[in-house]
T-cell receptor
Framework: GQSLEQPSEVTAVEGAIVQINCTYQTSGFYGLSWYQQHDGGAPTFLSY????GLEETGRFSSFLSRSDSYGYLLLQELQMKDSASYFC??????????FGAGTTVTVRA | NAGVTQTPKFRVLKTGQSMTLLCAQD?????MYWYRQDPGMGLRLIHYSVGEGTTAKGEVPDGYNVSRLKKQNFLLGLESAAPSQTSVYFC???????????FGPGTRLLVL
């Protein structure tokens, strides 16, 4: 089995930096992914960490510490369009994902 | 490329009725997945397929059946719908690099 924990809500102003933490407990681990979902639409892939360290993709970065069973998604230079739900997901058996409950990010002007 | 498409977009069923949700992908992906999403619970895996002709149970398979007769299609069936199956259903597919899943737009199902 698996469990993932992430905060339910985060609010910040435009231009700020937000960090969404994710802790997990799994029986197997291949990597940690992050997905974004706007208003119940299709989730879209943001980033993936298989090894410890930081992965940077534009304004978004993702970090993983396998020894701590912990990762985070960092959103920099927040924009209004970043208001969405963000899900961490563990790749547990190499071919399927288990998702966290999601973090709703609200960006205020 | 249409990516991943789902049919229908929205459906209302009465308890006990049956229906099939269709997922199609044109990216030649081997892996396909069906999830349901309920408020505050994230995405939960119902069934998945690692290739044409194969299916496997996910986290919440009860009350659902699936078939993958063609590589590009993955069908999700509800034989006797229950109000507990009211949800948003997402289909996804992926290449060999399973961490990158491509999702369809979802099917909103209401069971009365």
């Amino acid at each position: 089995g698996q469990s993932l924990e992430q905060p339910s809500e985060v609010t910040a102003v435009e231009g700020a930096i937000v960090q969404i933490n994710c802790t997990y407990q799994t029986s197997g681990f291949y990597g940690l992914s992050w997905y974004q979902q706007h208003d119940g639409g299709a989730p879209t892939f943001l980033s993936y960490n298989a090894l410890d360290g930081l992965e940077e993709t534009g304004r978004f970065s993702s970090f993983l510490s396998r020894s701590d069973s912990y990762g985070y998604l960092l959103l920099q230079e927040l924009q209004m369009k970043d208001s969405a739900s963000y899900f961490c997901a563990v790749n547990e058996l190499g071919y399927k994902l288990s998702f966290g409950a999601g973090t709703t990010v609200t960006v205020r002007a | 490329n249409a990516g991943v498409t789902q049919t229908p977009k929205f459906r209302v069923l009465k308890t006990g009725q049956s229906m099939t949700l269709l997922c199609a992908q044109d990216m030649n992906h081997e892996y396909m997945y069906w999830y349901r999403q309920d408020p505050g619970m994230g995405l939960r895996l119902i069934h998945y397929s690692v290739g044409e002709g194969t299916t496997a149970k996910g986290e919440v398979p009860d009350g659902y059946n699936v078939s993958r007769l063609k590589k590009q299609n993955f069908l999700l069936g509800l034989e006797s719908a229950a109000p507990s199956q009211t949800s948003v259903y997402f289909c996804a597919s992926s290449y060999e690099r399973q961490e990158t899943q491509y999702f369809g737009p979802g099917t909103r199902l209401l069971v009365l």
